[in-house]
């Protein structure tokens, strides 16, 4: 498809946006960088990792490549942390990035919301939980409404459950079950329904769709249908009329695909209804979140860029992404393929065996309409326990400096289409 030539839009001054702007910019493209006014300070989804060692360890790595690459914000992160600035890290950060970009003679920035997308221009959108309305009607107009949703769910994390009712199944040992026969389901859904009576009554309370509540609102069985389809377990000869999926975490049992409003003792009064739950204690309330992400997998292919529309790129939290540094790594990932595509070179793919080229896979592999709020483990550094943490850091870092070598070297040579 032909494009304007002249310049490269941005739409969104997040973390991703802003990468993608200083990285454009600094290979010579002009640059037009939208911020909307309703992006005030750094304010993540407030979603925190259950796996958080193992993260923090990753996010080790993903730092380094970021550095490798020339990540402009990673080094403005450094210097940051070099001076001995690290409260409110991510803040003082996206303050120091909008002012880069502000004053950068090939950015162009405007103060604007933007509500649709010339087809003629290479645009890359960046907006994520702050997407303005009508650039979401947008998108949910031109994408359909299965691959753009606004909604995040959170899924409840719970301790002191008595695991002896919950089974595990072959020799997936990252999971558990609850198998419900259906008295079981049905004490669990009217104690569902009790608290949505209770709820209903607070003015403030919304039914968002796909929680638990909406989904019993809708049915007694949609629930089973959505989150506790039934399979067959091992052990047990028949299949459950519902089943309860539970992942392991550092923090306690994850309800997987369990999301609700209800305030927190109403979650307690549902779940503990559940056998072996009643003594069970919230570590993470369940909730639906207020953001705006893609289903990426149907959206855009390996390079970020939108399969309806080659000249339009995506970019960040928008992409399902949450975490900042995942936020700059994906920037920076869509800002390389948006300079090749730009100067009408091909595309390099990023190799897999390092976290980004982990995090763009993962973008376009995950199955369903869950977002990625974190990149818990991108299988880049194998942590089985007991090993030397430092060791298996430098062992991959070893790894990716080899691997970002020879795509730094493909990218430099890439041919032309």
Known sequence: M??????VNVIGCGFAGIECALFLAGHGIKVHLFDSKRNGTYKSCDYKSDFSEKREINEVLLRQELSLLGSPLIKAERELL???ISDDLPSRLLEIGREMVKHNENIEFFEASVNEVNPKEVTIIATGPKTDEGLYEYLLTNLGYMRCYNHMPIYPVLQKIDESNLISNGNDKEYLYLPLDYSSYIDFINHIVKGLNSEINDKNFVLKENTMEELVNR????????AMMPLLLNGVKERPYAVLKLRKTENGLRLEDICSKFDIVNQLEVFSSLEGFEKSIIKKKADMLDVCYLNSRYVVNEFHQCHQNENLFFAGSILGIEGYVDCIASGIYTALNVNKYFNEKLMIPMPKNTCIGSLAKTV????????????EDYGVIQIAGGEDVDELVSKAYNRSVEALAKYKEDYKNGKSI
Do not use: C, E, H, M
């Open 82 to 84: 070099s001076q001995g």
């Open 219 to 226: 049915g007694k069985d949609n629930l089973k249908n959505y």
């Open 2 to 7: 032909k494009f304007n030539r002249a310049f």
């Open 364 to 375: 376009i592999s995950v199955v369903g309409t869950r977002p990625l709020p974190f990149i």
